[in-house]
């Protein structure tokens, strides 16, 4: 290959990318644009939000739990060290509403609920389920993306706040039933130590922010996708992919953001 050819490749995957963001971008805009019409129906929504979120309460409380067992077993063996296991509750209460439990209901809700939607999605595109109902003068994106989006965002933060409780349930089992850590403890610094807007707040909004682009990713895959089996597979692959790699960047820039200043 010559240099003009590797030239003209790369300006061809260059232009194929700069494409892609725009039809995403577009994809989007023209989505948000859908959910006052899609509130009027609210009871899609509500039904989204029980498929989107009930249906994965299951893998998130499980994950919150194991989630908490480690977090203090891996903190109680630090702090130890330097006798100030009294801190473990408040260490253990920091990490999971800052952090892991945004982060990682984030990463839970692409695998099996941002999956699931792109799946489902890609299924209707491949059997020309949306292309009929756009034939039948329906809105597909007011009827069928719109109230999964906001089923999405909404139960994004709720997860996340019970993925964190459970974890600091778990947490308090392990430390406190089992090493033998100081009950009053665990908690009091928790309860003087944590602020609710600063620390709980910020948590909730990065899962917000994570909800509205897990969810609008697995839904632009699904929109997008070829409609054929292989189709449908690589853009379920994509959803995981593209939404992990989106949730690990935002949150980045979220924690500089609002935890850059005392």
């Not at 609710?196 to 699904?222: E, H, I, M, P």
């Not at 597979?233 to 960047?249: C, D, I, M, N, Q």
Request: glycine letters at 10%; hydrophobic letters at 55%; charged letters at 10%.
């Amino acid at each position: 290959m010559t240099l003009a050819d590797g030239l003209a490749a790369l300006g061809a995957r260059t232009i194929r990318a700069v494409g892609s963001f725009g039809r995403a971008g577009l994809f989007f805009a023209d989505l948000v644009l859908h959910v006052p019409a899609a509130l009027r129906r609210f009871g899609l929504v509500v039904r989204q939000i029980h498929a989107i979120g009930n249906l994965s309460l299951v893998i998130i409380l499980s994950s919150g739990l194991a989630v908490g067992f480690v977090l203090a077993l891996q903190m109680y063996y630090a702090l130890v060290t330097y006798g100030a296991t009294e801190s473990l509750g408040l260490i253990v209460n920091l990490s999971l509403v800052r952090e892991l439990g945004p982060v990682v209901t984030a990463l839970l809700f692409a695998g099996r609920a941002g999956t699931s939607l792109t799946a489902e999605i890609g299924l209707m595109k491949a059997g020309e389920q949306l292309a009929a109902m756009e034939m039948m003068a329906v809105d597909p994106r007011s009827r069928v993306l719109a109230p999964r989006f906001i089923g999405g965002v909404i139960s994004m933060p709720l997860l996340a706040i019970l993925f964190s409780a459970v974890g600091i349930l778990g947490a308090w089992v392990v430390a406190v039933l089992l090493i033998g850590v100081d009950s009053g403890n665990f908690w009091s610094l928790m309860q003087s130590r944590v602020d609710v807007w600063r620390d709980v707040g910020n948590g909730v909004v990065k899962s917000f922010a994570f909800g509205v682009v897990c969810t609008a990713v697995a839904l632009y895959q699904g929109h997008e996708t070829e409609a054929t089996p292989e189709g449908v597979a690589y853009a379920t692959t994509r959803t995981v992919v593209v939404s992990s790699l989106s949730v690990l960047g935002i949150d980045f820039m979220l924690t500089a953001l609002m935890f850059s200043t005392p």
